[in-house]
Nanobody, 110 residues
């Protein structure tokens, strides 16, 4: 079974940027979609973005125009470029492709 490992989280000031990475132990070309979700404390995980095998991307309304998802099949990695971050983006971010990664914490200070 494939395993997913997220990285790139951390502390950033409001207005700043971060790039999250999700490295898969297997070939991501096998997955029709690869997704990013985020979870606030005490709430369910919410959809952030998805990248399809056909190089299409879809986003939650809350991140449209600020976040960009991309797939690198050569590196078996999915990225989430996050710009214009605000404190409301503070959450644990999870990668998903049939299985879940363990998450990476993003904290945006005001």
């Amino acid at each position: 079974q494939v395993q997913l490992l997220e990285s790139g989280g951390g502390l950033v000031q409001s207005g700043g940027s971060l790039r999250l990475s999700c490295a898969a132990s297997g070939k991501i070309s096998a997955f029709e979609t690869m997704d990013w979700y985020r979870q606030y404390p005490g709430t369910e995980r919410k959809f952030v973005a998805t990248a399809t095998k056909a190089d299409r991307a879809f986003y939650a309304d809350s991140v449209k125009g600020r976040f960009a998802i991309s797939r690198d099949t050569a590196k078996n990695t999915v990225y989430l470029q996050m710009n214009s971050l605000s404190p409301e983006d503070t959450a644990v971010y999870y990668c998903h492709a049939h299985v879940w990664g363990k998450g990476t914490l993003v904290t945006v200070s005001s």
